[in-house]
């Protein structure tokens, strides 16, 4: 539960809303991991496909999360897709920051995690096991356009949102100051 809301955080749940409906248009059919035929697909690919094991770490745990690879947000624009989603430990589920700030993408995620375990040497295993995961649920190859598209979509959304949150308490002021005060 947030403890503070913001109107980034509104605007931050429709882009993300975007992006599920964007990765159901291309899986062609509704994707909820909570209940149903998307329930079953994620239950099978943290289950069989990765052995109830977080794909960063490869340690076997009955609470993973749901990871997306490619992050769910308005920085790698990440769909929400069985390709992109992959079990992982709630220690791995916290991206990097690199020095400039902003987050490791999931290939520099996955060698930090290998390296502050020591296992430089599972690194390309773990990473071929989350390429076939692309793979074996069709997760699709975005051309440059496709992805400018989603980016511009986005980012709109963003913006309109957390504009109409602004707008929203301009207004609320004016009728308090007409009618209540």
């Not at 943290?46 to 076997?60: L, M």
């Not at 990440?78 to 690199?98: M, T, Y």
Request: proline share 3%.
């Amino acid at each position: 539960m947030a403890v503070y809301n913001t109107s980034s955080d509104s605007a931050n749940t429709a882009v993300r809303a975007f992006l599920t409906k964007v990765g159901e248009y291309y899986l062609g059919h509704s994707f909820n991991t909570g209940s149903g035929k998307g329930k079953a697909i994620w239950l099978k690919i943290r289950d069989d496909d990765f052995n109830s094991c977080c794909a960063y770490c490869g340690d076997k745990s009955e609470k993973l999360q749901i990871e997306h690879v490619f992050m769910f947000n308005r920085a790698e624009y990440g769909l929400h897709h069985p390709g992109n989603i992959v079990p992982c430990c709630k220690a791995c589920n916290k991206r990097e920051r690199l020095p400039d700030k902003s987050y490791a993408d999931w290939q520099q995620h996955l060698r930090i995690v290998c390296e502050a375990r020591g296992e430089q040497d599972r690194f390309e295993e773990r990473k071929q096991k989350i390429l076939w995961n692309f793979k074996q649920y069709d997760y699709p190859s975005l051309n440059p356009n496709e992805k400018h598209a989603i980016r511009v979509i986005a980012n709109s959304l963003y913006e309109n949102i957390k504009t109409e949150s602004d707008k929203s308490l301009m207004l609320y002021k004016q009728l308090d100051e007409a009618f209540v005060k």
